[in-house]
């Protein structure tokens, strides 16, 4: 009889919204926070690593009203029935961290980290749970000179990356601004609820997605997606959907006509007026260090959807355009941003904590470097492989591997148990530049050959026949085994050339 009590497979599935990276993105990714973090080191700040799980209490805007969290994050209860949750973001541990170590800390705190975060949320097309952000922030101080000085680190960073200016921008607002619109419309910025505030802040946060159109509806009755889900409005009536887009439209090239504009909107609203104040200040310092105009750029149109932004808030924004595969246009947009965060670290301590900060999505400035095909990778190509002819002679092959590791050279010897063809086909899948081949002849002669299978592959494509193949042996040098190491750096050399 058959046996049908065969325990069932388990089926290999990627979890929905998370994906697997491979080597060659890694190493492009590796390249490229070794840029940013250049870049943050020379501004004076200095590394912080915070674990992946905090309380969820301590992630403020995600506490649970049931008994478990499941409004975006992902949660788990410990040995003692507290909540945890894998972090939203870099910026709520690090207020966690500040509050639990106000005192020693020399302040202004400048701290940097960077580090995979995770979202509870839909994915969708370039849009994951798991992703990657590298963070820069200083707590501990109320100075706009902070806010300007982080708007100058985007935008150097953006240019250590290989963004040309005019390929990027920075662009700058205030929520003191929008808090004066908002008052000019019958809404309260001070409502402990916000719920209001809120859906307008998100409304506007999606105009480069949606388009005036879109934002418009969702500022007032609602919005249909394509998929046909339905987005509830903040109910503004004509009249105050008008003002609050005039607002968001009033910028301009030059950053002190687009405040002249912002400051006729809230000539009514202290809070507004000081808003304008603050954003000034910041032109004149940004001004003065060779970054307002092209670099750095006043946009009332950029509000950040989180609630917890106080004061300036910054976005650094791709303005090329790509076509994807189809031979349709690409636009980046948003690859980072941040802003003013006065109150976080009060929830710790019941005192204000001013702080400000700026983070990049890797994952998306990845992306468009790809697209721009400047994408650095550390390493230029894949491993020499030393293949076994014998395996009596292991010791030997392994020798020449190290031989070659001890060089600097990216070298490994072959560990598997096949024979030469799908050890040839082994090296090829692995991006190999070239193969050591040391069979019994060449053994007895202390001698090896080196296949450069870059030229190989090149010769082959013009070869007309396997007998030609055969006798022309293309790319093959035989070579003194003392000689190994020499030659290889010779291939390797021409083919970095």
């Known amino acids: 009889m058959a046996n049908n009590n065969k325990p069932a497979r388990t089926p290999a599935r990627l979890p929905k919204g998370f994906r697997d990276i491979e080597a060659d993105e890694l190493r ?12 943050y ?5 200095d590394a912080l690593e915070t674990p992946a799980f905090e309380y969820t209490d301590a992630l403020g805007k995600f506490l649970p009203d049931s008994d478990r969290p499941n409004e975006g994050v992902f949660s788990l209860q410990d040995e003692d029935e507290q909540w945890l949750s894998l972090r939203y973001d870099l910026t709520a541990p690090l207020a966690r961290y500040v509050a639990e170590n106000y005192d020693r800390l020399a302040k202004p705190f400048r701290r940097y980290a960077t580090g995979t975060v995770w979202r509870n949320e839909k994915p969708g097309p370039g849009r994951f749970r798991q992703f990657t952000q590298f963070d820069a922030d200083t707590v501990g101080t109320d ?3 902070a806010d300007a000085e982080i708007c100058m680190l985007a935008a150097d960073t953006m240019e250590a990356l290989g963004f040309a200016r005019g390929e990027y921008v920075i662009r700058v607002n205030s929520r003191k601004v929008l808090d004066g619109v908002l008052e000019g419309i019958g809404v309260d ?7 209001k505030r809120l859906v307008i802040l998100r409304a506007i946060d999606k105009l480069d997605r949606l388009g005036i159109g879109g934002v418009s509806l969702l500022l007032g009755s609602g919005r249909k997606d394509e998929s046909g889900d339905f987005t509830k409005g903040a109910g503004l009536d004509a009249a105050a959907i008008a003002k609050v887009m005039a607002f968001v439209n009033s910028g301009a090239r030059k950053g002190s006509d687009t405040l002249k504009a912002v400051a006729a909107l809230v000539a009514d609203s202290e809070t507004g007026r000081q808003g304008v104040v603050e954003l000034e200040e910041m032109q004149a310092l940004l001004e003065a260090a060779g970054y307002a105009g092209d670099r750095v750029r006043i946009d009332p149109s950029i509000v950040r959807g989180l609630d917890y932004y106080t004061g300036p808030v910054f976005e650094a924004e791709l303005t090329f355009e790509v076509t994807d595969e189809d031979g349709r246009p690409v636009r980046f947009g948003s690859v980072g941003g941040g802003g ?26 990845q992306a468009a470097l790809t697209a721009l095909g400047r994408n650095k990778s550390s390493v230029a190509s894949g491993p020499v492989v030393v293949l076994v002819m014998d395996r009596a002679e292991l010791p030997r092959y392994q020798r020449m591997a190290n031989d070659l590791r001890e060089a600097g050279v990216r070298a490994e010897m072959y560990v598997g148990t096949s024979g030469m063809k799908a050890q040839m086909k082994y090296a090829d899948k692995r991006g190999a530049p070239c193969v050591i081949i040391q069979g019994s002849n060449e053994r007895e002669a202390g001698e090896v050959q080196i296949k450069d ?8 494509q013009s070869i007309a026949d396997n007998k030609e193949w055969k006798e022309s042996r293309p790319a093959q040098v035989s070579v003194r085994e003392a000689d190994l190491v020499a030659e290889v750096k010779k291939i390797l050399a021409r083919h970095a050339d």
Do not use: N
């Open 28 to 39: 492009a990714t590796q390249s490229m926070l070794g840029a940013i973090r250049e870049v």
């Open 41 to 45: 080191e020379r501004y004076g700040f």
């Open 143 to 145: 100075s706009v000179a």
């Open 189 to 195: 910025p001070g409502d402990p609820d916000g719920s």
């Open 340 to 365: 003013r965060y006065d109150d976080l670290v009060a929830r710790f301590t019941g005192k204000p904590v001013p702080a400000t900060g700026f983070s990049i999505g890797v994952s998306r400035l």
């Open 453 to 460: 299978l870059i030229e190989g592959a090149k010769a082959a």
